[in-house]
């Protein structure tokens, strides 16, 4: 940034203007609420028409309002037409409706963010805006063709803005790029929207930003059909989703669902709590698909000895031979379980009927009979309408039937050993049940096989999206992914992750296991994100000494800041004492506002926890409000995704024996930090981080 450009009042005075014009849009659009205020009066389509104008109104004053967000990211100046865009966060538009402020998703706002020196787009100049509010305090101009000077290269586009968007102090929550946006980032952003985009993207690159900008681009650019199809986002935890879930309303977008695996249950559970990895391998493996249906089928039973009941002054009987027929011809016939079970009513009564010594109708025997507990036992055994949360309860609490479920012609389906990894005891009732994260697939998957229940198509039905985007896919397993495919449209998909980064009980080696269960109605496209805006030089530096055993052969993203404070290796005498503390409280010194994370194993949280409570050191906890604290101490299971101002990472020699993907744990430790890492240890360090 120059010390004072010579257009700096010029372009405040245009930076005014165009906030006044956005402030008579505001009022505009409350002048129209006001006047189309819901009422009884009128007929049904007036009443809707008027609803509708209403929700168009509040979603645009919703748009209008920008807080402290920056309207104006900058200007391009096409070469040879004297004309000027303003490129900003969203449209506006002067009293004759000429664009004052152009959407930075529009077409062409494109150079904006794409032009190089050997792409120029036909543009002579791209000029940068660093503001205040609605102060603008720097000017940064880059020009191309004759007008040309300095680098050409493009790889960093408003290097001054950039750095200062990039060193700014974080809040604890993630914050929009789009006034920052590189060119690799923007080619991902604006890609074509038909099939799967994969997205690897190493640490500080961007890649969750990346994919929230392109949930918001292809609403703008797809506005029908994805407004009634709806756009999904997928993200690993709670704590996750409080942090990115003020990106999109900050473009302008609040129709997008954020949303983790187990909120897209349908009957509705209440869901807590990790398995052991053990436990959370078995039910992420394919095989449980073959286990949930054999569970199902176990479900689909014949009578074990012939069934009498008495009709007036005669008996009526079915045998067991024709309970099977019954049964098979339910499969034959039904889409899904639940359904069967109005065939299945259907032949019992038949065959009744046709017992009869008398003739007799079926509809006049089941009309007499169906409330006879008898006959309601007869068709619970044959054929009892399940819910996924009943047909799971009763196969976890039941041995027995997880052998059944287990058994296949061509052998077990897991080990014995591994079978029972999902039993549990039995609860008074399946809606007593809190169930894990990782029953959440399987639950999925059980609803696939049911099908919905008679009467309840509402509550059962799954809704489909448009687009889906799924952020950390590389921790995705096999079940997890079925279950999001389910939720996909027409294959419209944005996966993002990191292989280097996979940690979870069903840690990814590469990008082929991920696809293979994704749809595959058109040809993936491939990106990569090369370029690290967070983490400085010093701390890539550290962080790459682990990558090569986190995930071999796989290349470091280019950190565009060289510099930085060199991270801290502090060797202490037990890492719950007091020069933990002593750490922590300089690293708050260094920071200033910022904040500190404090990543620790698994083992260590409750110690590391008091210790904080006995020194009067304020924290808080990673939990589903995401970093309200400025100190806050984090599981390094939990850490993946976010950033902070200075992370302070404890005992790593722990964190790899202790996590089952070690070294990638705590590859993803060392790269949550913008400004600062200190590396905390009493145990000697890994080898790695010795060179």
Not at 95 to 112: G, L, N, S, Y
Not at 540 to 555: E, I, K, S
Not at 571 to 576: C, E, F, K, S
Request: charged fraction near 25%.
């Amino acid at each position: 940034m120059s010390d004072r450009h010579p257009e700096l009042d010029a372009e405040q005075a245009y930076l005014d203007f165009a906030y006044a014009c956005l402030d008579e849009s505001r009022e505009r659009a409350n002048r129209m609420t006001s006047n189309y205020a819901p009422s009884s009066g009128g007929t049904t389509q007036a009443r809707h028409e008027r609803e509708s104008i209403v929700e168009g109104v509040v979603q645009r004053l919703a748009q209008l309002n920008l807080g402290d967000r920056s309207l104006v990211f900058g200007r391009i100046d096409p070469t040879g037409t004297g004309e000027r865009f303003y490129i900003g966060r969203l449209g506006v538009w002067d009293r004759e409706q000429d664009p004052v402020v152009v959407d930075w998703r529009a077409p062409v706002a494109e150079p904006f963010y794409r032009a190089t020196g050997r792409e120029p787009m036909d543009i002579e100049r791209r000029r940068h805006f660093a503001t205040r509010g609605r102060t603008l305090l720097g000017i940064d101009d880059e020009l191309f063709g004759e007008l040309a000077q300095g680098t050409t290269n493009g790889e960093v586009r408003g290097q001054g803005a950039l750095i200062a968007a990039i060193e700014a102090s974080r809040t604890g929550r993630l914050g929009d790029i789009v006034a920052t946006i590189q060119g690799e980032q923007d080619e991902i952003i604006r890609a074509p929207m038909p099939g799967v985009l994969l997205v690897q993207g190493g640490p500080g690159t961007g890649k969750t930003v990346v994919a929230l900008h392109r949930a918001a681009y292809l609403l703008y650019t797809h506005r029908f059909p994805l407004e009634g199809q709806g756009v999904l986002v997928v993200g690993p935890n709670r704590l996750f989703l409080a942090y990115i879930e003020q990106v999109l309303p900050s473009l302008g977008e609040a129709g997008v669902e954020i949303a983790v695996l187990g909120d897209l249950l349908r009957p509705r559970v209440r869901v807590d709590k990790l398995d052991d990895e053990a436990t959370a391998a078995v039910k992420g493996d394919l095989r449980m698909m073959k286990v949930l249906a054999r569970a199902v089928s176990d479900r689909e039973r014949p009578l074990r000895e012939d069934f009498h009941i008495g009709f007036g002054v005669q008996r009526l009987r079915m045998t067991m031979g024709e309970s099977r027929w019954i049964i098979g011809e339910a499969r034959r016939r039904s889409r899904g379980h639940n359904s069967g079970r109005k065939i299945v009513e259907e032949l019992v009564f038949q065959k009744l009927a046709a017992s009869a010594r008398k003739q007799v109708d079926a509809g006049t025997v089941r009309e007499r009979l169906r409330h006879e507990l008898p006959i309601r036992e007869l068709l619970e055994w044959m054929w009892p309408v399940l819910t996924p949360a009943h047909l799971l309860h009763d196969l976890y609490g039941s041995r027995a039937l997880l052998r059944s479920a287990n058994r296949a012609k061509s052998g077990p389906i897991f080990s014995a050993e591994e079978i029972q990894q999902l039993h549990r005891p039995r609860a008074r009732h399946a809606d007593d049940v809190i169930w894990r994260f990782h029953d959440v697939p399987l639950l999925d998957e059980a609803r696939a096989l049911l099908g919905y229940r008679p009467g309840k198509r509402n509550s059962d039905a799954v809704r489909t999206y448009g687009h889906i985007c799924i952020d950390e896919a590389q921790d995705l397993s096999p079940m997890e992914l079925r279950m999001v495919s389910r939720r996909s449209l027409n294959g419209s998909m944005t996966v993002v992750g990191d292989i280097a980064q996979a940690t979870g009980a069903w840690a990814n080696e590469g990008w082929g296991s991920v696809l293979a269960q994704l749809p595959d109605k058109r040809e993936v496209q491939h990106r990569e994100l090369t370029i690290g805006y967070r983490i400085p030089g010093p701390a890539m530096t550290l962080a790459n000494q682990v990558l090569p055993l986190a995930a071999p052969g796989l290349r470091p993203p280019q950190p565009v800041r060289s510099d930085g404070d060199p991270p801290r290796v502090v060797d202490v005498t037990t890492v719950a004492g007091v020069e933990l503390v002593d750490v922590v409280r300089s690293e708050i010194g260094a920071v200033v506002e910022g904040n500190v994370a404090v990543i620790v194993p698994d083992s260590l949280e409750a110690a590391v926890r008091e210790l904080f409570e006995a020194h009067d050191l304020p924290f808080g906890g990673a939990n589903r409000h995401g970093l309200d604290q400025q100190i806050t101490l984090v599981p390094v299971r939990l850490v993946k995704g976010l950033e902070v101002d200075s992370a302070v990472v404890v005992e790593p020699a722990r964190i790899i024996r202790e996590e089952r993907q070690g070294v990638r744990s705590l590859y993803v430790a060392l790269t949550r930090a913008t400004k600062r890492v200190a590396v905390v240890h009493s145990e000697p360090l890994p080898d790695m981080l010795n060179e």
